[in-house]
């Protein structure tokens, strides 16, 4: 008689705190264990713990009931784990199978079970969903939902393993991308470094032959007045020429070539000039041509006297006898 009123009362008990602990499940879920961080892959095959905890199973048939009624009271229907009304009531059901009480309190709590494992996989929290299917199997393993249930959980851990791979995958291809930046870059900065160099030694070279250009020609400058200096002083001590200017004037060039430079005098940057007499022919041809003075001395005679010999002037009555002289000068 005693039995059959504490079981009653348990019942009503657990009806009143089931639909009090309904508008809290969501505050509930949340504080189940798991619930902060999602798996990231399924676990390696282990054996499943099992539905109730073994310190759960301990208890007394009393103790269970109690424990029941109290966690039904702080809304502690499925979680935390060991410490809940679905594994208190499985306990109590394998120790008192008969009892009508405690078939109707896990009947009660079985859509909240189901509810919570579904949000569970929403959340990718796997270990839990699974911790609360296996209560649900428990309660009873022909459960319409039970089905479904796990086979969400198989395809939520093979979809949330699919999705840990992509991203490992897309973590090395962008780690891969940025190695090859850098390296471009690199390579960049150094075909830039490079270039620079190149056109930093480029503007050295160039500013060097600049310089030993205009060396060159100031030596080649002062050369040539050196020796124009020279030739005015000869000609000044030189007597009066033989009354042969009027015909000199009277002589037409047609074609006056210009020497061809010494290359080792162009090379040196040797300037100089070179003083030749000649006879003009009645035919304008140039014949009998002399050295009268150089200078230097015999560096410019050859290519003077081969210039003079191509001279051509326009026919005149008589041979003409003059002289004429020739500079060189390699900035000319």
Known sequence: MLSNTISSKSRLSACLLLALALAACSKQEEAAPGAAAPAAAPAAATPPAPAVAASVQAMGAEQLRESATQALRENRMYAPAGDNAMEY???????????????????????????????????????????????????????????????SIDAAQKTVAQR?????????????????????????????????????????????????????????????????????????????????????RSLRPISMPSPRYPPEALRAGTAGEVLVEFTVGTNGEVTDVRVLRSNPARLFDREATNAVRRWRFEPVD??????RTLAFNPGG
């Open 164 to 248: 840990s791979e992509a991203e490992a995958a897309k973590a090395k291809a962008d780690a891969l991308a940025r190695t090859q930046a850098e390296q471009q870059r690199t390579a960049q900065q150094q075909a830039a470094e490079a270039d620079a160099a190149r056109r930093l030694a480029e503007q050295q070279e160039a500013a060097r032959l600049a310089s030993e250009r205009q060396a060159a020609e100031q030596r080649a400058a002062e050369q040539q007045r050196a020796a124009a200096a020279q030739a005015a002083q000869q000609q000044a001590a030189r007597p009066a020429a033989p009354a042969a200017a009027p015909a000199q």
């Open 318 to 323: 008589a041979p003409v006898t003059t002289r």
């Open 89 to 151: 009531y499985l306990a109590l059901r394998d120790k008192l199978p008969d009892d009508p009480a405690v078939a109707s309190a896990l009947t009660d709590l079985m859509p909240y079970t189901v509810i919570a494992t579904e949000q569970a996989v929403t959340r990718e929290q796997f270990d839990e969903a699974q911790r609360l299917a296996a209560l649900i199997e428990k309660a009873d393993a022909s459960a319409p939902a039970l089905p479904r249930i796990k086979q």
